[in-house]
């Protein structure tokens, strides 16, 4: 049974990321024509507007959030621009508190508290009627994404303590991540088109309130006593000024800042620079989530046949993330467009899926086996990128063009792998040294080992 729980907690932490991203990329359709009508700028924000309102049907809508903000700015798109960021910023502040806090009550308490967040956040789009309202309703996504996302990570790792099952569970969390922001905008555009703005928001709401009773179900708050016999985790500030952790933390900032800017500024560039179609648009970014389930599962098999090249993994693909980037601004055609955008996503599944078990084992080998503040230290990473992209890339590419953002973020992620080898011995060292194992090796010796003996017979 207790292997079943872990499989349904797996289940519940998986629905909560994709829902998490759902959340922040149903909008990309809808948005623009949502605060356009909120304006009175046209018409009525309906299932008789269309998506963008530029005539297009909702499903053939970009996406990514293609719209914040033009080189050419403008006052909407600087709304539309801080709105997307300020999740992501919220997000950044808010972490190194639920980190600390995850440490000292447990990883199912957070995680449930965060998707009541994120219901209240759904709820609140759905029934929004003015841009103060929609600011509202994104910031809260923020809370609630810096107790969900960290608290769902964390509990993953110590569910599943051993490799190579740590690296399947973190994997299918990364590939549902992926699944959410490539389904959310046809998921949102024809939703909005044919059913009403509030229908998508509805959808996920109701999604959201199952995943929480199901967790309720599953890990009941105070069900157990287990978490008070347990240690309190390394203070974040400590985890922050390691050095192997700092590594890792600079690494998943480095490869995700190539998306976070690519995002906002590539349907304009494209529109510009080869005359793409608004259909060429929305399905730019489609093809690219097959090579990053990819990436997820070439990495989680050879770090099953080959745990101590990790690093190699993750300094492979900032690489590959390096040479795709610096590739785009060469492509002519949407065609040759999605070869280094499937190159950038193939190479950011490698890193994330080598780089993420690497953390806690990290804190196994180096500090006490409790992740809330080191995972948060990987969500604030994260954080960083995607609240600078929606407000800083299309400033870069006004004053500075295109083709020298992609070429100034493919060269950090090629100069920033060789600083990988740093991790090199410690990735050797994790099959001797972790904690686990050696409570495994030595037998209990007291409270705290006998709970964690009882956690891995079961």
């Given at each position: 049974?207790?292997?079943?729980?872990?499989?349904?907690?797996?289940?519940?932490?998986?629905?909560?990321?994709?829902?998490?991203?759902?959340?922040?990329?149903?909008?990309?359709?809808?948005?623009?024509?949502?605060?356009?009508?909120?304006?009175?700028?046209?018409?009525?924000?309906?299932?008789?507007?269309?998506?963008?309102?530029?005539?297009?049907?909702?499903?053939?809508?970009?996406?990514?959030?293609?719209?914040?903000?033009?080189?050419?700015?403008?006052?909407?798109?600087?709304?539309?621009?801080?709105?997307?960021?300020?999740?992501?910023?919220?997000?950044?502040?808010?972490?190194?508190?639920?980190?600390?806090?995850?440490?000292?009550?447990?990883?199912?308490?957070?995680?449930?508290?965060?998707?009541?967040?994120?219901?209240?956040?759904?709820?609140?789009?759905?029934?929004?009627?003015?841009?103060?309202?929609?600011?509202?309703?994104?910031?809260?996504?923020?809370?609630?994404?810096?107790?969900?996302?960290?608290?769902?990570?964390?509990?993953?790792?110590?569910?599943?303590?051993?490799?190579?099952?740590?690296?399947?569970?973190?994997?299918?969390?990364?590939?549902?991540?992926?699944?959410?922001?490539?389904?959310?905008?046809?998921?949102?555009?024809?939703?909005?088109?044919?059913?009403?703005?509030?229908?998508?928001?509805?959808?996920?709401?109701?999604?959201?309130?199952?995943?929480?009773?199901?967790?309720?179900?599953?890990?009941?708050?105070?069900?157990?006593?287990?978490?008070?016999?347990?240690?309190?985790?390394?203070?974040?500030?400590?985890?922050?000024?390691?050095?192997?952790?700092?590594?890792?933390?600079?690494?998943?900032?480095?490869?995700?800042?190539?998306?976070?800017?690519?995002?906002?500024?590539?349907?304009?560039?494209?529109?510009?620079?080869?005359?793409?179609?608004?259909?060429?648009?929305?399905?730019?970014?489609?093809?690219?989530?097959?090579?990053?389930?990819?990436?997820?599962?070439?990495?989680?098999?050879?770090?099953?046949?080959?745990?101590?090249?990790?690093?190699?993994?993750?300094?492979?693909?900032?690489?590959?993330?390096?040479?795709?980037?610096?590739?785009?601004?060469?492509?002519?055609?949407?065609?040759?467009?999605?070869?280094?955008?499937?190159?950038?996503?193939?190479?950011?599944?490698?890193?994330?899926?080598?780089?993420?078990?690497?953390?806690?084992?990290?804190?196994?080998?180096?500090?006490?086996?409790?992740?809330?503040?080191?995972?948060?230290?990987?969500?604030?990473?994260?954080?960083?990128?995607?609240?600078?992209?929606?407000?800083?890339?299309?400033?870069?590419?006004?004053?500075?063009?295109?083709?020298?953002?992609?070429?100034?973020?493919?060269?950090?992620?090629?100069?920033?792998?060789?600083?990988?080898?740093?991790?090199?011995?410690?990735?050797?060292?994790?099959?001797?040294?972790?904690?686990?194992?050696?409570?495994?090796?030595?037998?209990?010796?007291g409270l705290y080992d006998t709970i964690k003996m009882e956690e891995r017979k079961g």
């Open positions: 049974e207790a292997r079943r729980q872990r499989r349904l907690l797996l289940v519940v932490v998986c629905v909560a990321l994709l829902l998490d991203n759902m959340l922040y990329m149903v909008i990309v359709p809808i948005i623009p024509d949502y605060i356009a009508a909120m304006r009175g700028g046209g018409g009525t924000a309906g299932p008789s507007a269309p998506a963008g309102g530029n005539g297009s049907g909702g499903g053939n809508r970009s996406l990514l959030p293609a719209r914040y903000p033009p080189a050419s700015g403008g006052n909407e798109d600087v709304q539309i621009g801080v709105l997307f960021a300020s999740k992501a910023m919220l997000q950044l502040l808010v972490n190194p508190l639920s980190g600390t806090l995850i440490d000292r009550v447990g990883y199912e308490a957070p995680l449930l508290a965060g998707l009541a967040v994120m219901f209240l956040s759904t709820a609140t789009f759905a029934f929004a009627e003015n841009y103060a309202t929609l600011f509202a309703a994104r910031s809260l996504q923020g809370l609630g994404s810096a107790f969900a996302d960290t608290a769902g990570i964390a509990l993953i790792a110590d569910r599943y303590a051993e490799e190579p099952a740590r690296s399947r569970a973190l994997g299918t969390a990364l590939a549902c991540i992926s699944f959410g922001s490539l389904a959310a905008p046809p998921f949102g555009g024809v939703l909005y088109e044919f059913a009403g703005k509030r229908v998508p928001f509805l959808v996920l709401a109701c999604v959201c309130l199952l995943d929480g009773l199901l967790l309720l179900v599953l890990a009941p708050p105070g069900g157990t006593g287990a978490r008070a016999n347990m240690p309190v985790g390394t203070p974040i500030y400590r985890l922050m000024i390691d050095p192997y952790i700092a590594v890792v933390a600079g690494a998943l900032a480095t490869c995700n800042i190539p998306l976070a800017f690519l995002e906002p500024t590539i349907a304009n560039w494209m529109k510009d620079s080869m005359g793409a179609s608004e259909w060429e648009v929305g399905l730019t970014w489609l093809p690219a989530f097959f090579p990053h389930v990819l990436g997820v599962y070439v990495t989680v098999r050879l770090a099953a046949a080959y745990p101590h090249l990790q690093w190699f993994y993750g300094a492979l693909g900032m690489a590959i993330i390096g040479a795709s980037s610096c590739l785009v601004p060469a492509c002519r055609n949407f065609g040759q467009v999605i070869i280094p955008l499937c190159g950038i996503c193939f190479g950011i599944a490698l890193v994330d899926t080598a780089l993420l078990p690497t953390l806690a084992f990290l804190v196994d080998v180096r500090h006490v086996s409790v992740y809330g503040s080191v995972y948060a230290i990987a969500d604030i990473s994260y954080s960083v990128a995607y609240a600078l992209g929606p407000i800083v890339a299309g400033q870069i590419v006004h004053t500075m063009g295109f083709a020298q953002l992609n070429l100034g973020m493919g060269l950090a992620n090629v100069l920033y792998a060789p600083v990988l080898l740093f991790l090199k011995n410690v990735c050797q060292m994790k099959p001797s040294h972790s904690e686990r194992n050696i409570l495994l090796e030595e037998g209990p010796k």
